[in-house]
């Protein structure tokens, strides 16, 4: 309390400065504020339109009649139903090998499991043109599991083989990862009520761990899809026939130019688009 | 019925360390011990969920110690009640009946009937994550039970709920017992919870069994300084025991002697329970033996009741009500006697 021989006049002055240095405290907060995210907003922005502005430009350039010619073209739709399909066949072999490591990396501990968790990355850091050389010492004909797998009949080099590999390959980190994390969120006392309550360890994961963590695992499978259908580096190495779009576009940039290369590079984007809007649809239901 | 001898289980820094332990047919056994005894990985032995490294689990006389957990027929219910959040309150109830394979009839009269025990028809369509802490509880106890085990399991069930819905799944869970009589091991850290439930409280820490017992045994004739210590028994003194003949004894300790009753063997530690010491002013002191005459030195409030230390100048800590309290017009600094019975002191040998 102030003492009252201070009189309301002291008070009030004690009041306003006060008042006066809490303002001026505010505004300069508000301007540093404004300063900070101002900032931060131009240099966002920048990287923003860096990445919509071509996207876009070469969408809306594009006449809707010449994206239709297109795809009637047998050469194109041929080598995007290809690539659909080999980036497919890629993720359903993924999934098949790739749901069990991950559930194993998620559930268990073991030695050395720091060590599998990077190898698995690794196909993300190796430059795609190295990794498809790299797949070729292996599956080409003259090495063993090349061999191999020639005894059955199936060749790698210039085939849907050689494509689905390559894009397995770049591409099954993104699968294992989310199945992996989708896996760990599983709280474990679930498993072992369901244990318990009389399931075998194959049922609980059927009926239990995988069902939790189905979402994760569509994640990445489309994730997984998305990724190796727009695969170039690795495959152009094993099998530049039959010609998959990507490889399609860098052919027709190459021999007719920009123009020709257009259209199909529109019909790449809108596919991936696609598909990456319906990733973040599930994704987005997922974390509600 | 359960029969667990020196169970020995390694798991990280943790080691469970001969763990000894009998449970009779139809008993309600409450584990108590502090976070971090080994109380829920000895319950996940029973469930078969870790492997032992040495020992052996009993389950009606038939060695389950190598067999896994879809075989033992023993529930277990979880703190945070583990309901699958992807099935109804209906599925997750059907869940074990249907991982058994019973048939249709069967299961239906099973389902049925937990369904009227626990009242929790107009649940069965919800969502597990709808439902409130009581309710989900329920179901959880349902779902284990629906399946009549032979052994329940349970861990930490109340501690996740308020105290209004705790009071009230603790007489659900006494009365369930009483109904179905099934065996029960029930672990917590709360003492009280383990007196209110249990037929006999096993006391555990430092992955050890420290004492078995009714909760009379335990509340009062402790056998180490950590029953005594877990079972709040607040006077413990370190010294020694000798016969003074005629049917009482005397225990020494530093400056501070009192009688015991001769009942007591041998020992160097003597505990008194803080609401047997009486605490009474100090111009009316009786003439019993135990009399102290000392100072408050602390008073600790807890609600309804208060502990109140008084240096003699050892520390004797009683017991009041919240009526003496106001009564007497206790502060710390006064002056009061303190008495207790010979036969209230138990000695035990650490």
Same mark, same amino acid.
């Given at each position: 309390m102030i003492p009252k021989k201070h009189g309301p006049i002291s008070r009030a002055t004690f009041l306003s400065s006060d008042k006066l240095i809490a303002n001026g405290i505010r505004c300069l907060r508000l301007l540093t504020n404004v300063w900070f995210r101002g900032l931060f907003l131009i240099l966002g922005g920048l990287i923003l339109l860096f990445i919509i502005v071509p996207v876009a430009k070469m969408i809306f350039a594009s006449s809707p009649a010449i994206l239709i010619d297109s795809l009637r073209d047998s050469e194109i739709t041929s080598s995007i139903i290809l690539t659909l399909y080999a980036a497919f066949l890629a993720t359903v072999i993924g999934f098949l090998l790739g749901v069990p490591l991950a559930y194993l990396l998620a559930k268990t501990q073991f030695p050395g499991k720091r060590l599998i968790e990077g190898?698995?990355? $690794?196909?993300?850091?190796?430059?795609?043109? *190295?990794?498809?050389? *790299?797949? $070729?010492?292996?599956?080409?004909?003259?090495?063993?599991?090349?061999? *191999?797998?020639?005894?059955?009949?199936?060749?790698?080099?210039?085939?849907?083989?050689?494509?689905?590999?390559?894009?397995?390959?770049?591409?099954?980190?993104? $699968?294992?990862?989310? *199945?992996? &994390?989708?896996?760990?969120?599983?709280?474990?006392? $679930? &498993?072992?009520?369901?244990?318990?309550?009389?399931? @075998?360890?194959?049922? @609980?994961?059927?009926r239990i761990s995988f069902p939790l963590a189905r979402r994760s695992i569509t994640a990445g499978c489309i994730l997984m899809w998305a990724r190796g259908m727009s695969e170039f580096g690795a495959v152009i190495i094993i099998a530049y026939h039959p010609m998959i779009a990507p490889v399609l576009v860098y052919e027709k940039f190459e021999t007719y130019g920009l123009d020709h290369a257009r259209p199909i590079a529109v019909i790449l984007i809108l596919i991936s688009l696609f598909v990456f809007v319906v990733l973040r649809l599930l994704l987005y239901r997922r974390e509600r | 019925m359960i029969s667990i001898r020196n169970l020995y289980v390694e798991l990280g820094d943790f080691t469970l360390k001969d763990a000894s332990l009998d449970v009779k047919d139809g008993e309600y056994m409450v584990v108590v011990g502090p976070s971090g005894a080994g109380k829920t990985v000895l319950l996940e032995s029973i469930a078969g969920l870790y492997s032992p490294e040495r020992g052996e689990i009993r389950l009606r006389g038939r060695d389950v110690t190598?067999?896994?957990?879809?075989?033992?027929? =023993?529930?277990? =219910?979880?703190?945070?009640?583990?309901?699958?959040?992807?099935?109804? =309150?209906?599925?997750n109830i059907l869940f074990g009946l249907r991982m058994r394979k019973i048939d249709e009839k069967e299961c239906s009269e099973a389902f049925s009937r937990v369904v009227e025990l626990f009242s929790i028809r107009s649940l069965l369509d919800r969502d597990p994550q709808t439902l409130s802490g009581g309710e989900q509880q329920k179901v959880a106890l349902a779902r284990a039970l629906c399946v009549s085990p032979d052994v329940l399991l349970l861990d930490e069930p109340l501690s996740s709920l308020d105290p209004k819905t705790r009071e009230e799944i603790e007489a659900e869970l006494h009365h369930l017992h009483r109904e179905l009589d099934v065996t029960t091991l029930h672990v917590t850290h709360n003492f009280e919870e383990a007196v209110a439930l249990g037929d006999r409280i096993a006391v555990i820490g430092e992955g050890e069994v420290k004492q078995v017992g009714t909760p009379e045994d335990i509340f009062r004739k402790p056998n180490s300084e950590f029953v005594a210590e877990f079972a709040m028994s607040r006077n413990l003194f370190i010294g020694e025991l000798s016969n003074t003949g005629i049917g009482q004894c005397d225990f020494q300790s530093g400056d501070l002697h009192f009688s015991v009753d001769s009942g007591n063997g041998p020992g160097n530690r003597a505990v008194i329970r803080p609401e047997d010491v009486m605490l009474v002013s100090r111009d009316a002191i009786p003439s019993r033996t135990n009399t102290f005459t000392g100072e408050i030195v602390r008073i600790a409030d807890r609600g309804s009741t208060l502990y109140i230390d008084v240096s003699v100048p050892s520390v004797i800590t009683a017991l009041v009500t919240r009526h003496t309290y106001r009564e007497m017009e206790l502060k710390t600094g006064m002056r009061v006697s303190v008495c207790f019975d010979a036969s209230s002191v138990h000695v035990f040998q650490e």
């Open positions: 190898i698995i990355d $690794l196909p993300l850091v190796i430059p795609h043109s *190295a990794a498809g050389i *790299a797949l $070729l010492f292996v599956f080409g004909r003259h090495y063993f599991v090349g061999q *191999a797998f020639d005894g059955i009949g199936v060749r790698f080099l210039d085939s849907l083989a050689g494509i689905v590999i390559a894009m397995l390959f770049v591409s099954v980190p993104f $699968l294992i990862d989310s *199945a992996k &994390e989708g896996f760990q969120k599983v709280d474990p006392r $679930l &498993e072992k009520v369901a244990r318990t309550l009389g399931a @075998t360890p194959w049922r @609980t994961f059927a | 190598r067999l896994s957990p879809e075989r033992r027929h =023993v529930s277990i =219910v979880y703190q945070d009640h583990a309901l699958f959040p992807h099935l109804c =309150v209906r599925d």
